[in-house]
């Protein structure tokens, strides 16, 4: 009651009191006088309200100073009151306080009830509660009369009131519905109520009154949420309380049940409801946040209607069929779902682990009939948002098989289908496309249909049912990985294949137009062949960019599948356009096409005619604008980022990533060309497939560029916002799962990985430090993703070691990191830093085995070869105190010094522990090729800095650790052997890449490290006469092994051929860079030590004399290397020179080119060794060494002053000393050869071999200063002067093992080249070939006819020599065989018999390459056969 003014009645009571003085002397008069006022005044409903209004202690002195309290005044009432009508007080209470509740609760301003009060009602109602509260303290309030009273009131109950009364506990909710009259009418009341109320808190906008309705709103629903779910699951334990109690549970079930069908009622209509209604059903999902019931319900009870819900929502309204399934189940994936169904998926889903909502799943598909639409929108959600519900629904597919062939049972096998197609619409990244699972499941015998007949008849009827429901794709994979079938029961799989075709003609999808890379796992529609192609064009053109060749799939479309190649590939390829002045990569691929007969030549001439056409229409149009491409789409990829990486940052969001990250999925589908509603993402080539880069230029289109650096960009700008909050092991899965998002986008994998060695190889050292930080964190979860990463194939060019090998992403990301500059050499020591720091501590919470399995071991090599070659503070041995850790954050401070970073990551502990693992050890043959790869001029260490390094790192760290640490366990061979493998393994690549350092191609510094060990070998106790033992020429057993050992597997002979030619090159040039003495050993024979050469010998006669260019004789620099070795290692013997003796008169037997070359450079040679001999021992010449100067001498005096040329034991030899004379003379003259004696025609035959030779050299040389016509015409000479001595020069042409005597000897000598162009040589003679030869020789014609056909071989072979520089005419080797030819036939009538009689073995050979010319020896040898049996018979 107020009083004038409105005043309460606690005011006038303490205005009367501060007035004047109470006249009423105790609190009983006082308390007698208020009652009479109060009976004859006062409404006691209205009092009720009053007396809680002023319960605040506003009153400090007065009636309250004098002790009288608003709780006593009402009592007084309200007893007064009850005893005179004669009822219970507390009933007269509750009946006044459901009388105000109901005046409260009408507001006349709003005729129809809400479920929220307004300010003012809701500040008269907790007046009231107050007091109402106060009575029950003072047990003079009856609940139940209260409870039966509430649903009397004429209108229907507020929401907002129930709850006040629930939320102070005058009445609870559940109390309330016990005494409802009944259950349906309060099932009724609540559903409208709480609808209500969810429409009234959806609605509502941001002003300050609203929000604090929408927080009251929720805090309502919240509430009652809990009581309906305690009294609508409650335990066995909590019942059989009241009977009453089971009307509550059915009231809380029942309004549970209405309100989700409200939630999918709404679902199924959200395209038509308008916002507000959809913003009210989501208001009602917050009821299953699981947090919510935290500590308010029973564990089991929270579990159960979870179980409940997922159970309804996927068995409500189950009205489709399996065929509508199938027809419609893409526009069910996780990105066209209905955003509420999957948000309360979602919500569902988190109260059960992956593994239970599984068995959830499994049991309802099992057990109900069920809505396939919910069903597959559930598979959808689960494969998305759970990492781990691939790997389930696989063996949930297995499961299905295996019931549905062990039952024959339709329902298993048509859910096994459907969930693995839903599962595949959701990407690769989450799961196989369902072209995989299909091969998986029946492409191979051993598959649930390969067990029977049975079985694969009741395969082959579940598709054939299919068919006619059918989407082209799923028939294209049926038909293009059909299931495995035995030979005898292959006719009913041609039935089915034969009807899915008829299906396919149907839907207007020819097989034939079918894409060369189309996915057929694509979920959608057939896309138009006009796209295909076009899409088939875009990656074909990746694939020739990259290889530089035409793709395989290319080249079989255009032989087995013609009118897709005609009628569309081309096409789509030649569509016109300006060309550009440099050719591009579509130009070059048309050219090769073109040139490859792929191309009808009238279709690319219309092809260039629309080019020029088009670019004259250009030219005169004014504007010239060319079409760009749609900036929409990379706009709606963008926007997805910037809200992904807001979720980032966010803890409370993170359950909302992969739902995110599904929209970027689906947006980047687009920004690539894929996001019609009628096409899926299609991807491009199968799992299995390589990505091909070409490292030194990675191509990259402008699009797929675009798409690429806004991932990327993306990505590093979450991993900073999120790291600027949290260290990376508190980052959350966002940034994994969105590498693994972009892995599982197969046609985005060629680009991102052209685009990262574009980034890291090409541009490393110009990045910024937070580019680095992003990259380096990029390429970690890069790695984390491998499995969904096909294999590498990256093109280094010439240089590449191993063309074409396959490497897995973390060893191509690794491979970029290349360290040669030191440029390069910081950014790499940046780059490995952060990514190591990174990877330490996002799994840092990993167990080792799990750790050990995500850590590159490229990266912690790297690591191990940077840290200790550019810290010196590293290479010391580590204390065990412990080290603080690098601090991810810390990384990010412009000032932070990357070395003292990398030295902190490298005391670590961890790092330390890591370094032990096997698998993480860089060896020591890894540690050389990587600093083989530095350039010396561009290093960051100085010439000493560097040879400081290098010490410590042999002699230190790898020489004495153990082999299973990558050393050498302190075995200096070993060390040698290693160095050398090392060393010419870096040369090929140098060499093969034209990053030559210079002539030879040698680390020169490395080459030094080698020296200084193979000196220190030799180091050793000296052999004591009579020991067994003798010293191993190490060097040559390691260049032979290496030969026997690491010859190429892949390529053409010529290619292995020209692999070992340059391998013996680097043989060459590293035993120049070794000490002489390294070719020579020393061992004991009897009581005296000798010289050892027979390793070198045998090194020179298998390899070394192949790589001469002239084919006789060792270069000059490593003959002349050799005899300073012969001199130097004499030093070791008794008598040097019988030492030197003995071991050059073994060369005349066991290696004669050592002293054909002693002769070809004795004048270069005599001037070294006679200054060697004379300063190591003083002494004449050693007796062998002498020998040879004298040959030389008198060859120079025969020429010059006319004497005599002494006749000799070794005619080879000294035929090698006089034309090596004759090559200093000029000009040569004929009358030379005219005076030598009678005795000479060995020493002429060696001097026509050595000139045949020279002949060749020529030809295969020019360069090296023989000329080929000079040589020709001293060979002609000489064999003019043979034949007019009669002498039988043709044995000269035999084979090594058939020649006699001399001949042998020089075969041996010649390079197995020189030997194979023989032919070429001998039939270069034949103007000087008289008639006479063909009587006096009886071998000549089978000589002739076996040069003949080596000559054929040759030029089959490929290996004719090309014209000479001079005059390319001549020479010709076509011209060359055809000569030679025509002098066969012309020479075979003129033979006598026993001449044709010699070539029967050869005419088998003949036949295969000269069919003519071996008839026409058929024809004369017959005659000849006959004529020798008639001279028999006339024996007799």
């Known amino acids: 009651m107020a009083g004038a003014g409105g005043r309460s009645w606690r005011d006038l009571l303490a205005g009367r009191a501060r007035k004047r003085r109470s006249p009423f002397g105790s609190t009983a008069e006082l308390q ?33 100073h004098r002790g009288v309290s608003p709780e006593s005044f009402i009592v007084s009432v309200l007893q007064e009151q009850a005893s005179k009508l004669g009822v219970p007080t507390a009933t007269l209470a509750a009946k006044n306080a459901i009388a105000k509740v109901e005046q409260i609760c009408q507001d006349p301003a709003s005729p129809s009830r809400v479920p929220l009060l307004n300010s003012d009602q809701r500040k008269r109602l907790t007046c009231l509660l107050q007091t109402v509260k106060d009575l029950l303290a003072n047990n003079m309030f009856c609940r139940s009369l209260f409870c039966q009273d509430m649903w009397k009131m004429k209108g229907p109950l507020v929401l907002e009131a129930v709850w006040h009364l629930h939320s102070c506990d005058i009445v ?6 016990d005494r409802s009259p009944a259950g349906p009418a309060a099932v009724e009341w609540l559903c409208s109520s709480l609808c209500g109320l969810c429409e009234q808190a959806g609605d509502t906008s941001c ?37 009453e109690s089971q009307k509550v549970a059915y009231i809380c079930r029942a309004v549970l049940q209405r309100m989700l069908a409200w939630v999918l009622d709404a679902v199924g209509k959200e395209k038509q409801e308008d916002v507000s209604m959809v913003q009210a059903v989501r208001f009602w999902l917050n009821v299953f946040h699981v947090p919510l019931y935290a500590s308010a319900a029973h564990p089991d009870s929270l579990r159960q209607f979870f179980r409940h819900t997922l159970t309804e929502v996927l068995t409500y309204n189950p009205v489709l069929k399996v065929s509508d399934a199938i027809q419609m189940q893409k526009e069910w994936s996780f990105t066209r779902t209905s955003p509420l169904l999957t948000a309360l998926y979602r919500k569902l889903l988190v109260a059960f682990s992956v593994k239970e909502s599984m068995c959830q799943l499994q049991q309802v598909l099992e057990t109900r009939e069920v809505n396939w639409q919910h069903v597959l929108s559930c598979v959808s959600t689960l494969v998305v948002c759970q990492a781990e519900a691939g790997q389930l629904f696989k063996d949930l597919l297995s499961h299905l098989l295996l019931k549905a062939f062990g039952n024959y049972d339709m329902e298993n096998m048509i859910t096994a289908f459907l969930i693995a197609r839903q599962a595949a619409l959701e990407g690769p990244a989450v799961f196989m496309p369902y072209s995989e699972w299909f091969k998986a499941s029946f492409g191979n015998a051993g598959g649930h249909h390969g067990s029977s007949k049975k079985s694969l008849v009741f395969l082959l009827e579940f598709l054939s049912e299919l068919v006619p429901f059918e989407a082209a794709p799923y028939l294209k994979v049926h038909i293009m990985f059909p299931p495995c079938v035995p030979g005898k029961h292959r006719a009913l799989l041609l039935e089915y294949i034969t009807l899915a075709r008829t299906r396919l003609a149907d839907l207007q999808v020819a097989i034939e137009d079918m894409g060369l890379y189309e996915d057929l796992s694509a979920p959608e529609e057939a896309v138009q062949p006009q796209a295909q192609a076009l899409r088939d064009v875009e990656k074909a053109l990746q694939i020739f960019e990259s290889s530089r060749k035409i793709p395989t799939s290319v080249i079989e479309a255009s032989i087995f599948r013609r009118p897709y190649y005609t009628s569309w590939f081309l096409p789509a390829l030649l569509r016109p356009r300006v060309l550009p002045k440099t050719p591009d990569g579509r130009m070059a691929f ?9 191309i009808p030549s009238n279709l690319y001439s219309t092809y260039l005619q629309a080019c020029h056409a088009m670019k004259e229409k250009v030219l005169q149009d004014a504007s010239k604008a060319e079409p760009s491409h749609p900036k929409e789409p990379l706009e709606q990829l963008e926007a997805e980022l910037a809200e992904l990486r807001t979720l980032a940052v966010q803890q409370a969001q993170w359950e909302e990533v992969a739902a995110q990250l599904a929209l970027v999925s689906d947006r980047l589908r687009g920004a690539l060309g894929d996001s019609s509603e009628d096409n899926e993402d299609n991807e491009a080539a199968p799992c299995s497939s390589r990505v091909r880069v070409a490292v030194p230029a990675p191509g990259l289109s402008p699009c797929p560029q675009r798409v690429v650096d806004l991932l990327l960009t993306s990505f590093c700008q979450t991993l900073l916002a999120a790291s600027s909050f949290n260290p990376p092991d508190r980052q959350g899965p966002c940034l994994s799962l969105l590498v693994r998002m972009m892995c599982g986008h197969r046609n985005v994998l060629p680009a991102l990985l052209a685009r990262l060695c574009q980034l890291l190889y090409h541009q490393g050292p110009s990045l910024g430090a937070a580019h680095i930080l992003g990259l380096a964190a990029f390429v970690i979860h890069l790695s984390e993703c491998r499995a969904l990463i096909p294999a590498v194939e990256a093109d280094f060019g010439p240089s590449q070691a191993v063309p074409g090998k396959a490497l897995s992403v973390s060893e191509y990301w690794s491979s970029l990191l290349v360290c040669r500059t030191e440029e390069s050499f910081v950014f790499c020591l940046r780059f490995c830093t952060a990514a190591a720091a990174y990877l330490m501590c996002k799994f840092s919470s990993c167990s080792r085995e799990e750790f050990c399995a995500l850590v590159p071991p490229g990266l912690i090599k790297k690591l191990q070869f940077l840290v200790p070659r550019l810290s010196s503070e590293a290479r010391a041995v580590l204390c065990e105190e412990a080290q603080s850790a690098l601090s991810w954050s810390s990384l990010s401070c412009p000032s932070l010094s990357y070395r003292r970073a990398s030295l902190c990551l490298w005391r670590q502990a961890a790092f330390q522990e890591l370094l032990k693992e096997k698998a993480f050890q860089l060896s020591f043959r890894e540690w050389l090729l990587l600093e083989l790869e530095v350039c010396p001029d561009k290093d960051i260490l100085s010439a000493a800095e560097r040879q400081d390094f290098h010490h410590w790192a042999i002699y230190q760290r790898y020489l004495p650790a153990p082999s299973a640490a990558g050393g050498c366990d302190g075995d200096l061979e070993k060390a040698c052997g290693v160095i050398l493998n090392a060393i010419l393994d870096s040369s090929h690549r140098l060499e093969l890449g034209g990053r030559a350092r210079s002539r030879t191609s040698l680390s020169p510094e490395i080459l030094c490290r080698l020296q200084e060990l193979v000196l220190e070998l030799r180091c050793r106790p000296k052999l004591l006469p009579g020991c067994s033992a003798a010293q191993r020429a190490l060097v040559l057993e390691l260049l032979q092994g290496r030969l026997a050992g690491t010859e190429p597997e892949q390529g053409s002979a010529l290619g292995q051929q020209l692999w070992r030619q340059q391998e013996l090159l680097l043989h060459r040039r590293v035993l120049l860079g070794l000490p002489a003495s390294t070719l020579v050993t020393l061992c004991w024979r009897g009581n005296r030590a000798v010289l050892d050469c027979d390793s070198f010998f045998c090194f020179v006669n298998s390899e070394l004399k192949n790589v001469s260019s002239r084919g006789y004789a060792l270069s000059f620099d490593i003959t002349a290397h050799f005899f300073r070795g012969l001199l130097s290692a004499s030093l070791d013997c008794e008598d040097a020179a019988e030492g030197v003796s003995e071991a050059l008169a073994a060369c005349q037997t066991k290696c004669p080119v050592v002293l054909l070359s002693a002769a070809l450079w004795w004048p270069r040679l005599e001037p070294a060794l006679c200054c060697q001999w004379k300063r190591l021992f003083g002494a004449p010449l050693a007796g062998e060494l002498a020998r040879l100067r004298g040959w030389h001498s008198s060859g120079t005096r025969f020429l010059c002053s006319g004497a005599a040329f002494p006749a000799s034991d070794l005619p080879w030899l000294s035929a090698a000393f006089l034309h090596g004379a004759l090559l200093q003379h000029s000009p040569r003259g004929t009358e030379a050869l005219h005076r030598l004696g009678t005795g000479a025609e060995q020493l002429l035959v060696a001097l026509l071999f050595f000139s045949l030779l020279d002949l060749i050299s020529a030809r295969i040389a020019p360069k090296e200063g023989v000329d080929f016509q000079t040589s020709l015409e001293w060979s002609l000479q000489i064999l003019q002067c043979l034949q007019g001595r009669g002498t039988a020069w043709p044995l000269l042409f035999h084979s090594a093992e058939g020649a006699p005597g001399m001949f042998h000897v020089l075969h041996r000598a010649a390079s197995q080249r020189h030997t194979r162009l023989l032919p070429l040589a001998f039939y270069s003679l034949i103007p000087s070939f008289q008639q006479e ?88 040898c017959r005659p000849a056969v006959d004529v020798e049996l008639e001279e028999e018979l006339e024996l007799f």
């Not at 929408?214 to 629903?221: H, K, N, P």
């Not at 040069?1347 to 040759?1354: A, S």
Request: proline share 5%; glycine share 6%.
């Open 32 to 64: 007698g006088a208020a009652l009479q006022l109060l009976d004859q005044h006062q409404s006691l409903a209205e009092l009720l309200l009053e007396v809680g209004d002023s319960a605040k202690p506003c009153v400090q002195d007065g009636a309250e």
């Open 172 to 177: 609870g909710l559940a109390e309330l519905l």
């Open 207 to 243: 002003g300050d009154t609203s929000c604090g309705d929408t927080e009251l709103a929720q805090r309502i629903l919240s509430d009652f949420a809990i009581v309906f779910v305690q009294h609508g699951f409650e335990q066995p334990s909590e019942l059989g309380r009241k009977v």
């Open 590 to 598: 048309i050219d090769s096409l073109k040139r490859a007969d792929k």
């Open 1333 to 1420: 030869l063909l009587q006096q020789e009886p071998t000549f014609l089978s000589v002739a006819l076996q040069m003949y056909i080596q000559l054929l071989q040759l030029f089959v072979e490929g290996q004719v020599l090309p014209q000479s520089d001079q005059d390319h005419t001549e020479h010709d080797p076509l011209e060359l065989i055809s000569a030679a030819r025509q002098f066969l036939l012309g020479a075979i009538p003129q033979c006598p018999a026993r001449s044709l009689g010699n070539i029967q073995p050869l005419l088998s050979t003949c036949e295969e390459l000269d069919p003519e010319l071996a008839a026409t020896l058929r024809h004369f």
